[in-house]
């Protein structure tokens, strides 16, 4: 089975950035499509960005043009740089993988993913 874990998250005035990783480890990580998803306080968990195991990029429209995935296959590890920061990105962000490899049916609905990170908190200061 394999572990995600997050970290990067903090606290940042409005306008500022951070860069959130996840390593993942436990299987091949090269051949997986990752998600990153946020969950804000009394709100459903919503669809933040994706990168194919191939390195194509979708966005949802709220982060589109600030946030920016990557991933480098040789550690095993994606990145999420977050730019121009809104008070109104404060969450939770989760990291999260597909069950299968090579797949990108779906990308956007966390229900295509079946293993997660713990999540690391952002917070953004007006």
Request: proline share 2%; net charge neutral.
């Amino acid at each position: 089975q394999v572990q995600l874990v997050e970290s990067g998250g903090g606290l940042v005035q409005a306008g500022g950035s951070l860069r959130l990783s996840c390593a993942a480890s436990g299987r091949t990580f090269s051949s997986y499509s990752m998600g990153w998803f946020r969950q804000a306080p009394g709100k459903e968990r919503e669809f933040v960005a994706t990168i194919s195991w191939g390195g194509g990029t979708f966005y949802s429209d709220s982060v589109k043009g600030r946030f920016t995935a990557s991933r480098d296959n040789a550690k095993t590890t994606v990145y999420l740089q977050m730019n121009s920061l809104k008070p109104e990105d404060t969450a939770v962000y989760y990291c999260a993988t597909k069950a299968r490899p090579y797949n990108d049916y779906d990308s956007s609905n966390d229900s295509s993913y079946n293993d997660w990170g713990q999540g690391t908190q952002v917070t953004v200061s007006t």
